[in-house]
């Protein structure tokens, strides 16, 4: 252990001093000269605990008489300062107030000030009701409160297209992956409440295993993030962070529920949280919704055998104090879902035939009924999480969790073979972290950990299919270290990681039993920043590595997909993907308006890809195409922009866009990698009825989606990409006191013309038109 | 602090368990029970008063791999003379397995249909009917005959198996019928057979 430290702090020293040489160049650029009574004051409110920013801490200077409340990100500006030596005091709910003489001599001052929370106890005890933030100097989005509401009854990857960037790749309307700057499945990394969720997610049709009902958050982080979460996290990470365990004795429970006419769709959610009074920093929540759906409408017909059913329940516990912080979680997800009938196709011609139809052949009515093809998932977590604080400015993290994971797909198959799966999956995983956090009373903070993961996967004998994974047992260590300088206005970052991953594969195939023993290892690192330039500007940069080992489908698939009519082929000599990225985010805060934008390139050497050949393989059933997994160099760049306007206290605009490229490298002309979002936007109009308008009491909103049409196809696909679409969104929501709490209801209207359009990432375009007009209703009440 | 001790030596515990107990199971072979390796169409002539007469004549495709790349099925030709009607039934087996597949699809006889189209039919050179037991449209069993007067003596039949159709599809109903797609359903079988006739 001592090794390990006095490794650790030549790293941290390393980059400490990375950071300062950064800074002395940025400083040398800084005029310093002092005027009376037109110096600035700067800086930043942050909880001491774990230095997540203080958003509406109000700061008052009582020698000037003059105040201001901190923003978002804990910032704070005060204009028009005298010289001197002033008194300045921090208030903010529920933390002890702070009080201290500063002078003002230079121009500019920045200053950071931490607020510790105020014991609830007599006796002394500190809570800490706090959440771990997501301490990065990338550009990152977050969704909650209004907009995560008006997102509630939709999947995960469907909320998240909210965010500027991010759109999904789905497999007809119920399975939705997200996409973060044109990367998906295994290349981001999706945590459940700081553990990495680690299902199938290889499959295109594998939807991630979460029910973003159990979340008040959805934080989307666009770079390249391996340091800190480990091996996959090459797109970007989405975290789904349930709310903090309420620390105190109060209780607060919430209720949603969400109607559609398209597939009859309906939601029940609940959540309950509570505190003990008894012992201060006790608290506990327990969470479930269930969803059932039936067929989906397409404006011209049904689409036969796509209604699904999801249930998911969480609950936790913690306790928290000064010292010591622990936390239980456990969540359950289950899922059946129905794959429409018609891309389940027996050879190529079937293939074709449909795609030349452009429709489904089955003449589908409602139902609710889920036949096969259909998947049937259940995946279980729990996490145990702990943190103690060694002195005030060490801590340390410790979090284990636990994943069971299960996937059953069924086939339409003849007699008794139709009930058994074709695939059946069970697949273990631990995580375990371990790391050691610091928090100096200069202006560094920084953390070491290691991270193990160790994965088990197994296909349940019985299925009568040679199994397209094989058995394989995963061990992934990492160690990480990451240094961050944070003196007023600028932050600076930087990190290392090292992995090492042993994978060992078995299988049958017929008589022969294959096997194979393969080891990873890389080293990751990343270097960012993030400095507000005044009151209204922010600019955030960040440059980083990140590593994606081959997967076991890409590595041993061998076998026939049914819904690309296709046979693939795996290539167990497949190299490591290595990406580069680079992230730099501008945002702007104004009176009137908000702007965000994310320009990033990622350099990725050696990304997987899967490739017809060209080839054809005959057998008693028919003809397919035969595919499979190449290496090429890609270079990834685009432009997310995201704006809001207030024209009127009333009238509200909004706007976001974004812009994908993604270049095979690696051939002379270019070529163009298969499902890369095109070019899309999305702006809106929204009026608030009333004289208290920014209550939302009443509020009418009007939306259109524009994509464009996918001009950059890889030179092979089954059909062309699908013309552009637009679509009109209309949305009614009120809010309403229901005694003395607040119901929210909307009424909402997607695609209001009902217009048939195809969507070029649904891979279900093959097949069908995507979803008709839905109307939707929602009821959210919490007490 | 004796407390912490005790929760965290608990937490090494379960750790230390959870770690031992995930180890993925040894793999077991997987005998393909979805396969179909082998089908022979079996003919005997019919005469005049539809009586069954002379020896069967067999015709086998097969694949013994079931689907696997780089292998094609082996497929022979059949050997018929003109100008004779034949009674011709089809049996499906998985040889990997020993399995009889024609049992299964008469058991989900409302779920299967086998459609008969190529060269023969387009150029008239076969016509053919349903003939299975209970008057259903399946074609495990049909009567094939052969036209007498053909200037060619190759042609080729192809054998198309649908599940999960849509039986009462307009046209459905007809052995050849060339749009079976848009009833629904997938393949299970297509193979074409060379046809030779003497």
């Known amino acids: 252990m001592l090794g390990n430290f006095k490794l650790y702090f030549i790293f941290a020293t390393m980059i400490q001093k990375a950071i300062m040489l950064c800074l002395a160049m940025a400083v040398s650029l800084g005029t310093l000269f002092a005027q009376k009574c037109d110096l600035i004051l700067r800086g930043r409110v942050l909880h001491l605990e774990n230095n997540q920013p203080i958003e509406a801490a109000y700061v008052w200077l009582s020698e000037s008489a003059t105040g201001v409340a901190t923003d978002a990100n804990g910032n704070f500006t005060l204009k028009n300062l005298c010289a001197g030596e002033q008194t300045i005091q921090i208030t903010f709910i529920g933390h002890k107030e702070i009080k201290q003489s500063i002078v003002l001599n230079s121009a500019t001052s920045n200053l950071t000030f931490k607020m510790e929370e105020e014991a609830v106890a007599l006796t002394g005890v500190e809570v800490h009701g706090h959440r771990e933030a997501v301490q990065t100097t990338t550009a990152v989005s977050t969704l909650y409160g209004e907009a995560l509401l008006q997102s509630r009854g939709e999947s995960l990857g469907e909320s998240l297209k909210r965010v500027a960037g991010v759109t999904t790749f789905s497999t007809g309307n119920t399975i939705s992956k997200p996409v973060i700057h044109g990367l998906h499945s295994n290349r981001i990394l999706i945590l459940n409440n700081g553990i990495r969720l680690e299902g199938q997610q290889w499959g295109a049709e594998h939807a991630p295993e979460i029910d973003p009902f159990l979340a008040d958050e959805l934080t989307v982080v666009k770079g390249a993030e391996t340091v800190r979460y480990g091996p996959e996290a090459m797109g970007g990470v989405i975290l789904v962070n ?132 259909k998947q049937v998932v259940t995946h279980h977590l729990a996490k145990l999480k702990a943190h103690y604080h060694l002195n005030p400015s060490w801590k340390l993290n410790f979090q284990y969790g636990f994943q069971k994971n299960k996937r059953q797909e069924f086939d339409r198959r003849r007699g008794e073979l139709n009930v058994r799966p074709s695939l059946d999956l069970e697949l273990f995983t631990n995580t375990t972290e371990l790391v050691l956090e610091h928090n100096l009373k200069s202006h560094w903070t920084g953390s070491m950990g290691i991270h193990l993961i160790q994965q088990a996967n197994s296909n349940v004998p019985g299925t009568g299919v040679t199994p397209l994974i094989p058995n394989y047992d995963l061990l992934n260590a990492g160690v990480f270290v990451m240094e961050k300088y944070l003196k007023g206005a600028l932050e600076l970052e930087a990190g290392l990681r090292y992995d090492y991953r042993t994978v060992s594969a078995a299988r049958y195939v017929g008589n022969d039993l294959q096997e194979s023993d393969l080891t990873y290892q890389n080293g990751s690192i990343f270097i960012g920043g993030r400095y507000q330039i005044n009151p209204n500007w922010a600019f955030t940069s960040n440059l980083g590595t990140a590593w994606r080992p081959p997967n076991v489908n890409e590595l041993f698939s061998q076998g026939l997909h049914h819904g690309a ?184 209207v997607n695609n209001l013309l009902n217009t048939e359009f195809k969507e070029y990432m649904n891979r279900f375009r093959y097949f069908t038109a995507d979803m008709g007009r839905n109307f939707q209703l929602k009821f959210n009440y919490q007490f | 602090m004796k407390n912490l001790k005790k929760v965290s030596l608990y937490l090494l515990a379960l750790v230390a368990f959870g770690f031992a107990s995930c180890e993925s199971e040894d793999p077991e072979k997987e005998n393909d029970g979805e396969v179909i390796t082998d089908v022979t169409l079996k003919f005997q002539e019919l005469n005049a008063s539809n009586a069954l007469v002379g020896s069967v004549l067999s015709f086998k495709a097969s694949d013994p791999q079931g689907i696997e790349v780089g292998k094609t099925p082996n497929i022979e030709s059949i050997n018929l003379t003109k100008g004779k009607k034949y009674q011709m039934t089809i049996e499906v087996t998985n040889a990997i397995k020993g399995e009889d597949i024609t049992k299964e699809i008469l058991e989900e006889a409302a779920e299967h249909q086998f459609f008969f189209l190529g060269q023969v039919f387009e150029s008239s050179i076969f016509s053919i009917q349903y003939a299975d037991a209970g008057g259903i449209a399946l074609g495990l069993k049909t009567i094939v005959t052969v036209s007498p007067s053909t200037g060619t003596n190759n042609s080729s039949m192809r054998v198309v198996l649908r599940h999960d159709l849509n039986k009462s599809f307009a046209g459905a109903n007809s052995p050849t019928f060339a749009n079976f797609a848009q009833a629904g359903g997938e393949t299970d079988l297509d193979i074409t057979f060379p046809v030779i006739l003497k």
Do not use: C
């Not at chain 1, 949280?273 to 327990?286: D, E, F, N, Q, V």
């Not at chain 1, 490298?665 to 109009?685: A, K, N, V």
């Not at chain 1, 030179?715 to 679409?725: E, K, M, Q, R, V």
């Open chain 1, 565 to 748: 009519a296709a046979v693939e082929l795996g290539d167990v000599n497949l190299d490591s993907e290595k990406s580069l990225k680079w992230v730099n985010g501008l945002e702007f805060e104004g009176k009137r308006s908000t702007v965000e934008l994310t320009a990033y390139a990622n350099q990725i050497r050696d990304y997987i890809y899967l490739n017809p050949t060209g080839g054809t393989f005959v057998s008693l059933r028919g003809t397919f195409n035969v595919y499979e997994y190449l290496q090429a160099d890609a270079f990834f760049y685009g432009l997310d922009l995201s704006g809001t306007y207030s024209f009127t206290e009333n009238l509200n605009g909004y706007a976001k866009g974004s812009i994908i490229r993604a270049k095979n490298t690696e051939t002379e002309t270019d070529t163009y990698f298969p499902f890369i979002p095109s070019d899309r936007m999305d702006w809106g109009l929204s009026y608030s009825l009333g004289k208290n308008p920014d209550q939302g009491k009443n509020r009418i909103t009007l939306s259109n989606v524009l994509v464009a049409k996918q001009h950059r196809e890889p030179i092979f696909d089954l059909a062309p990409a699908p013309p552009a679409y637009a679509l009109l969104n209309l949305g009614y929501s009120k809010k309403v006191e229901l005694f003395k709490n607040t119901l929210s209801l909307s009424l909402q």
């Open chain 1, 242 to 373: 349930p709310p903090a365990l309420p620390t105190s004795k109060k209780s607060t429970t919430e209720l949603n529920l969400v109607g559609n006419t398209n597939g009859r769709a309906g939601n029940v959610a609940v959540s309950h949280a509570g505190g003990s009074g008894k012992y201060p920093g006790l608290g506990y929540r327990i969470q479930g919704a269930t969803r059932r759906a039936g067929n989906i409408q397409t404006p011209n017909y049904y689409q036969g055998n796509t209604g699904m059913s999801e249930s998911s329940l969480s609950g936790a516990l913690g306790y928290s104090s000064s010292k010591i912080g622990t936390e239980a979680y456990y969540s359950f997800f289950t899922t059946e879902l129905g794959i429409l009938r018609d891309a389940h196709t027996g050879n190529l011609s079937d293939l074709l035939a449909i795609i030349e139809n452009g429709a489904p052949f089955s003449q589908a009515d409602f139902t609710y009924t889920i036949n096969n093809p």
